[in-house]
């Protein structure tokens, strides 16, 4: 009986450390702090990916003018902004993320800091040229 609540106290603390990327996002102004947009993030065939449900700050109809190709025009609520990322160890990278404001596409890498704080971070090249983003999960 002891090893049957050892073990089940192994996979409770397992599972407690078990980080998820998926679910919903708050995303925030890197200026003034301001709640920008909710996130979702969601896996499909072993890659993560993340589309803006619910843009906060502006026009609630806007559409993501300066993306380019099939992404011109788009509501911005809706948008795939994340694309691709691989789960790696307890990072997901090789992916890619768009600014809705900018229309620009970087690399990017998600990192869980905790279960209710991501650390998103979009780059060009080596990571060295970029901006990090904290997000925090919607309740």
């Known amino acids: ?18 980080q998820t990327i998926l679910g919903s996002w708050e995303t925030y ?7 920008k947009a909710v996130i979702e ?3 499909m065939n072993n890659l993560y990916f993340a589309k803006i ?12 003018d300066k993306c380019k190709e099939d992404k011109k025009g788009k509501p911005i ?5 994340i694309e691709n990322l691989k789960k790696n160890g307890n990072k997901f990278d090789d992916g890619t993320i768009l600014d ?3 229309g620009e596409i970087y690399s990017c890498h998600l990192e869980p800091i905790n279960k209710d704080k991501l650390k998103v971070r979009g ?3 080596f ?13």
């Open 1 to 18: 009986m002891k090893y049957i609540y050892l073990l089940l106290i192994i996979a409770l603390s397992i599972s407690a450390n078990g």
């Open 29 to 35: 102004d890197d200026d003034t702090n301001e709640k």
């Open 41 to 43: 993030i969601y896996e």
């Open 53 to 64: 449900i619910k843009n906060i700050i502006g026009d609630k109809d806007a559409v993501c």
């Open 77 to 81: 609520v809706g948008l795939i902004i």
């Open 100 to 102: 809705p404001e900018s």
């Open 123 to 125: 780059f060009l090249g």
């Open 127 to 139: 990571s060295v040229f970029g901006r990090t983003q904290y997000w925090i999960r919607k309740e």
